[in-house]
């Protein structure tokens, strides 16, 4: 079991940063797939980046590839989105997800599809601003 807890979502102009973070809690796998992922209202949730916390493979959504960096602190376990360069339309709900025990995120198709991930956070809200 994996308690997702997101953080560091807020209210920023276009062009600015922010960085999400997703703490989990409970049994710690070390090798897990991650990812973010987010939903504009009336809109689908869609993928922004995934990671396989073995070596670090990141795949990245085409609409934030350049802008966007997905990490994870090996310590403490937790995943972080660095934002730069937001746009309006990145505005929206960001939710962290898991599935531990796997590398297929390795693979760039199964990082950026939600079905994949077994576990969710309750998400962060961001909105950009023009």
């Known amino acids: 079991q994996m308690d997702m807890r997101e953080s560091g979502g807020g209210s920023v102009q276009g062009g600015g940063s922010l960085r999400l973070s997703c703490i989990h809690y409970?049994?710690?796998?070390?090798?897990?797939?991650m990812g973010w992922f987010r939903q504009a209202p009336g809109k689908e949730r869609e993928a922004v980046a995934g990671?396989?916390?073995?070596?670090?493979?990141?795949h990245y959504a085409d609409s934030v590839k350049g802008r966007f960096i997905v990490s994870r602190d090996s310590v403490s376990d937790t995943l972080f989105l660095q934002m730069n360069g937001l746009k309006p339309e990145d505005s929206g709900m960001y939710y962290c997800?898991?599935?531990?025990?796997?590398?297929?995120?390795?693979?760039?198709?199964?990082?950026?599809?939600?079905?994949?991930?077994?576990?969710w956070g309750q998400g962060t809200h961001v909105t950009v601003s023009s």
């Open positions: 409970g049994y710690t796998f070390r090798r897990k797939c």
């Open positions: 990671i396989y916390t073995g070596d670090g493979t990141a």
């Open positions: 997800a898991a599935t531990p025990e796997t590398s297929q995120c390795r693979d760039a198709t199964w990082a950026l599809k939600s079905n994949g991930y077994r576990y």
